[in-house]
């Protein structure tokens, strides 16, 4: 007669290996997310500077993705809110992160910090240029935008109410339209 063994290893798993802590994990997260949302006044949260990008090692962590996701959504898309029922914006932006290889987030983040040819290269557009921003942009506030906007010579500026960095995943309705109106 065939026995069944079961062979358990005293070795806990991280969440990256083990699919049910994993899921615990994102769980416990947007509990603490939504807790600390609802704790914040809404004064508050229009004060927050961006990120302390030397946070964020080459190696990566947690912390890092988890703060980039929380500043990439506005805080009415951070606990749902999607047009499309079932999508969890903030958990697949994190299982996108999650993906990627060590120290690609650092490199991108410091390429990003570090561009400075944004205004010369906007004095070179001379055709009509649509900016779309996020009125709840905390990665880059629309007050950022200014300067650059001035600088260009023919743009028509849309400003999407209660969207963050990633008003195409938050509001792709009201940017397709303002695409479709521009051109």
Same mark, same amino acid.
Request: with cysteine; glycine share 6%; net charge negative.
């Given at each position: 007669?065939?026995?069944?063994?079961?062979?358990?290893?005293?070795?806990?798993?991280?969440?990256?290996?083990?699919?049910?802590?994993?899921?615990?994990?994102?769980?416990?997260?947007?509990r603490?997310?939504?807790?600390?949302?609802?704790?914040?006044?809404?004064?508050?949260?229009?004060?927050?500077h961006?990120?302390?990008?030397?946070?964020?090692?080459?190696?990566?962590?947690?912390?890092?993705?988890?703060?980039?996701?929380?500043?990439?959504?506005?805080p009415?898309?951070?606990? $749902? +809110?999607?047009?499309?029922?079932?999508?969890w914006?903030?958990?697949?932006a994190?299982? =996108?992160? /999650? #993906?990627? %290889?060590?120290?690609?987030l650092?490199?991108?983040?410091?390429?990003?910090?570090?561009?400075? $040819? +944004?205004?010369?290269?906007?004095r070179?557009?001379?055709?009509?240029?649509?900016?779309? =921003?996020? /009125? #709840?942009? %905390?990665?880059?506030?629309?007050?950022?935008?200014?300067?650059?906007?001035?600088?260009?010579?023919?743009?028509?500026?849309?400003?999407?109410?209660?969207?963050?960095?990633?008003?195409?995943?938050?509001?792709?309705?009201?940017?397709?339209?303002?695409?479709?109106?521009?051109?």
């Open positions: 007669m065939n026995e069944r063994r079961t062979v358990t290893s005293t070795v806990p798993l991280s969440p990256q290996e083990d699919p049910a802590a994993r899921e615990q994990f994102f769980r416990d997260l947007e603490r997310r939504t807790k600390a949302l609802v704790e914040r006044k809404r004064a508050d949260i229009e004060e927050l961006a990120p302390d990008y030397e946070l964020i090692t080459p190696a990566g962590n947690v912390f890092s993705r988890t703060q980039i996701t929380e500043w990439s959504f506005s009415a898309h951070q606990s $749902g +809110g999607n047009q499309q029922p079932g999508v914006m903030t958990g697949n994190l299982r =996108l992160m /999650e #993906r990627l %290889r060590p120290g690609v650092y490199v991108d983040l410091s390429a990003c910090n570090s561009y400075a $040819g +944004g205004l010369a290269a906007a070179g557009v001379h055709c009509p240029a649509l900016v779309i =921003l996020g /009125e #709840r942009d %905390r990665m880059a506030p629309a007050r950022g935008a200014k300067e650059l906007i001035s600088t260009l010579t023919d743009s028509k500026v849309v400003t999407l109410a209660d969207t963050g960095h990633s008003l195409m995943i938050e509001d792709p309705n009201a940017v397709l339209d303002a695409l479709r109106k521009f051109l």
